[in-house]
Structures are given as C-alpha cells and as structure tokens.
C-alpha cells in the first residue's frame, strides 16, 4: 500500500529563485489526492541523513506564495558532495520514513546524488522516483537552454555594470569587476546587456572559457584605455592559463581552498585587487579600482527577473507531474521554442549529472574579450521586463575665448 509521502529538499548556492521551485513542488503536489505528506529536509542531504524534516503539508498556501517569491533557500542548503557510502545513508533515511517521491532542487553535484539515491532504490526493488529539478546561476547544466537562477543573477549583473560604467565615465580609471563563475562564463558574459553606447563598458570580458594570458590582457587594458580614456573590464572568477591554473592561485601569495579542495574563488577579493596591483605596476595607471560580486549576484532581493520566477516555479510543477504520471526518475529540462517561449522535458539523470555545461563558441567574438550577437539575443529575454536604462546629455559645446 502506498504511503503517499514525498520529500523535497534544496542544495548548493541560493538563488533569487530557488524558492519557487520549493513552492511550485508543494502547491502541485496539493492537487494528487495520492500524496498524503510532504516533507522538506532542512539543509540539503544533509538534513537527509540526519532525519531534520518539516512537515509542508501543514504550510499555508499564502505563506508558501510569500516565501517562493522571497531569495535565497528557504529550507536551508549545505555544500555536502555525497559519495556512495552518504547516498546509502540518505536512501536508507527514504525507505525508513517510506518516502516514495524524492525531489531535489539542485546544480550538477545534486543532479549526480539523485542518480546514486534512484539506482540504490532500483537495486533494492524499493519503489522510489527521483526528480532533479534544474538550479544554478552558473548556467552550467547540460540538455537545458538555461537554468533557473541564472537569469536573475544575469539580471544584476547587467545592471551592475551598466552602473559601474556611469561610474567610471564620470571618474575615468580602470574599474575592474570579477563576477561568479569557475567553468561557464555565462554570468560574467551578461554584463555585456548593460551596454546601450558603443563605447559604454564593460570593454572588456575575460571567460573561463578561453585561456588567460597577463600580458596579453594588459595589453588589452592599455589599448582600451588609450582610445578612450577609460576602460572598464569584467572577469570570471575562473580565468585560468594555457595549463588550467587558475589565475587567482599564479598571482597570489597564499591560496585558499573548499572542503572539496577546489581553489576559493567566490568570497575573495584577491583576484580583482591582484589584478588592479598589475595594471597599477606595469601601466602606470594611477586610479585603478576593483570590485568582487561575489555572493551579491545569488541571491539580491529586488532584482529579480520575472521570466526566472515563472520558469523556476514551472519547474518544480513540471517535476510532480513527471513524477505523478511518469514511468521514470529524471532531471527537468528546460527547452526553449519559437522566438522566446519555453517548454519542459525529462532527461535521463546520466545525461546531466557530473557534467558541465560551457559557452557556445558562437556566443564568443573572435577576440575571446567580448560576446556576440547571438549571445545578446540568446539572454535578452532571459532577463525580464522593465530592466533600467541610462540616457546622456546632448551636448552642445560653447566656444572658447581664453583657450581658443
């Protein structure tokens, strides 16, 4: 006899969406008079293997309305990657509360966890579907057109050089900005949509996806700033060199790693004052200045796109049904059809967990400093209605007489 019980829990880095996924699985779920309890674990796995469950049957739709449309992970999140002996612990905390439906809302770690989890179901006969619903603001998950979070996290990113070039036009120097982003440089690529004139910043972007060379980009900064007086730069986190080592780990002092031993990219400032100290020392620029997104770009409330919202609950509606009325576990895809219009697919759970997804050649110029044109029509739409914008004086000069 079923137990109708199902558990959704929240992994990896918050995003300004991430919980309208948690709402759109709970509100779905209310409509499947087979589903008798739903459980969301507290922080991740984690919470998993230590049975820290709340009961969401009991949340009022109102409040749940209220929480999907607020930032971060309203369950709580952990960085935990499970090997095989965590997943046996996680899939014996499942059969232990009779857990028939398990969703986990998630990058490419967490889609790799549910495959692990759906496999060990299998092999014991235990009736358990597994359903990956898609989160990252990285963008780096395969088989998707894009991933929710991302647009929003693109969305202030925009923005934010769009700001940063008003800055420094008005103060000319160097400005540098380093943006998340260990592999895919989608998100740094964004701050590309906050150009309106042609010689507005960002001048120039630095991807993971193209080997970083130091001279080379100070000689980029030097002849962008001497065309026009200023030069505003956005870099990933994840520049690296011909060999793959990270630019942060060549140019400093001491290097700082995870739990995970990658290199600490996100929460320092160290790539970008290491970058300013470059142009300082071997340009002779005088103002330089630097500026870390860092953990800004996840989770900003008040910048939100709408588009994300939608598709990010959509996702989590779209996991239930899969679940309710498929015949397989899964990671929920989405598919982007006509101009901009989306649709849902469910890729098999080894066709996305542990890879990553990179930017298309297509969406880079031919330099590697900058995006394309099919970039900016592919994350326009992406970003939502009502982004701002910025106008300039018309100037009509007065003729001189002293300096004439």
Not at 25 to 38: C, M, W
Not at 99 to 121: K, L, M, P
Not at 335 to 346: C, P, Q
Request: contains cysteine; hydrophobic residues 40%.
């Amino acid at each position: 006899m079923s137990s109708g019980k199902i558990l959704v829990a929240q992994g990896g880095g918050p995003t300004a969406v991430i919980n309208q996924s948690l709402a759109g699985v709970v509100l779905e779920a209310r409509r499947f008079r087979n589903v008798t309890r739903i459980y969301g674990a507290l922080h991740g796995v984690r919470g998993i293997i230590n049975e820290e469950f709340v009961d969401l049957t009991q949340e009022t739709s109102h409040n749940l309305e209220l929480v999907a449309a607020t930032p971060s992970s309203a369950l709580g999140s952990t960085r935990d990657k499970p090997d095989l002996k965590y997943c046996e612990e996680i899939f014996k905390v499942l059969k232990v509360h009779e857990i028939e439906h398990f969703f986990y809302i998630g990058g490419n770690d967490s889609s790799d966890t549910v495959r692990i989890v759906a496999e060990q179901a299998k092999a014991a006969g235990y009736p358990l579907r597994a359903i990956h619903i898609p989160k990252t603001i990285d963008n780096d998950l395969v088989g998707n057109d894009h991933t929710p979070g991302f647009p929003s996290a693109a969305r202030f990113v925009a923005q934010a050089f769009a700001g940063a070039n008003l800055d420094n036009a008005s103060l000319p120097g160097v400005y540098v900005g380093v943006v998340m982003g260990r592999h895919a440089g989608f998100l740094t690529a964004a701050a590309a949509l906050g150009k309106k004139f042609p010689d507005d910043g960002p001048h120039l972007i630095y991807l993971p996806e193209r080997v970083f060379s130091i001279d080379q980009f100070l000689a980029d900064v030097k002849e962008t700033y001497a065309r026009y007086g200023r030069c505003v730069v956005a870099v990933s986190e994840g520049i690296h060199d011909a060999s793959g080592e990270p630019i942060a780990t060549l140019l400093a002092k001491e290097v700082e790693r995870d739990a995970h031993g990658n290199v600490q990219l996100s929460g320092t400032g160290a790539l970008a004052d290491l970058l300013c100290d470059e142009i300082k020392e071997k340009l002779g620029i005088k103002r330089v200045r630097g500026d870390t997104f860092g953990y800004l770009q996840r989770s900003f409330i008040g910048c939100v796109s709408d588009v994300d919202q939608r598709e990010a609950r959509e996702v989590g509606e779209k996991a239930v049904q899969f679940a309710m009325w498929g015949e397989r576990n899964g990671s929920v895809a989405i598919k982007r059809t006509g101009f901009y219009s989306v649709d849902y697919e469910l890729l098999p759970l080894e066709a996305v967990a542990g890879k990553t997804r990179v930017m298309d050649d297509a969406f880079i110029d031919e330099k590697g400093t900058g995006v394309t044109d099919a970039f900016r029509m592919y994350l326009r739409p992406l970003l939502g209605s009502g982004m701002p914008d910025a106008y300039r004086l018309r100037p009509a000069p007065v003729a001189k007489i002293l300096k004439a």
